[in-house]
């Protein structure tokens, strides 16, 4: 016997906007990535600037060494920028979860509705039943009630006469 939680009752125990709520947050991971790669654009800009500068300035004399220095230098730009497009990604996947994850519950609480109402059906059939039984009792209560209006009237016929005679 397995007495762990069924995924159904898992996500059923959710809040209605908990997918909301991880939406908002996979959407706030992409406008961080966002911000990180246009950041680690900048920064391989100001990057590229600088070595253009510097070859202009230097020459031919140092360009061995500009491009050893502007070679380490520039990965900084290019981290931030694949970091801010991972940052991206994931947040889209974050947000894509939320969404699958408003799908199923919706699913599953359109499935609860759809049974709450089968077996308000049901409840209501067997009050239909119940109320016609009453009814058909009621009409027999109300049939022997006049047989035994009319025996009592039969009787009091026969007795008042009898009574009244002596």
């Known amino acids: 016997m397995n007495q762990g939680f069924d995924e159904n009752d898992i996500l059923l125990s959710l809040p209605t906007n908990t997918a909301d709520k991880i939406d908002f947050f996979g959407a706030m991971i992409v406008n961080i990535g966002n911000i990180i790669t246009v950041l680690g654009i900048a920064v391989e800009d100001q990057e590229v600037k600088a070595v253009e500068e510097g070859e202009e300035g230097v020459g031919g004399t140092n360009t061995a060494k500009n491009t050893s220095t502007s070679g380490s230098e520039s990965d900084a730009g290019f981290i931030l920028a694949l970091i801010g497009s991972i ?60 047989s035994l209006k009319r025996e009592v009237v039969v009787l009091q016929n026969f007795i008042y006469p009898h009574f009244y005679q002596q």
């Open 87 to 146: 940052l991206v990604t994931v947040g889209d996947l974050v947000s894509t979860g939320a969404t699958a994850l408003a799908i199923e519950q919706t699913a599953l609480l359109e499935k609860k509705a759809e049974q709450e109402a089968k077996e308000q059906s049901n409840k209501m059939k067997k009050m239909e039943k119940q109320i016609n039984s009453l009814h058909q009792d009621m009409k027999s209560l109300i049939y022997i009630t006049e």
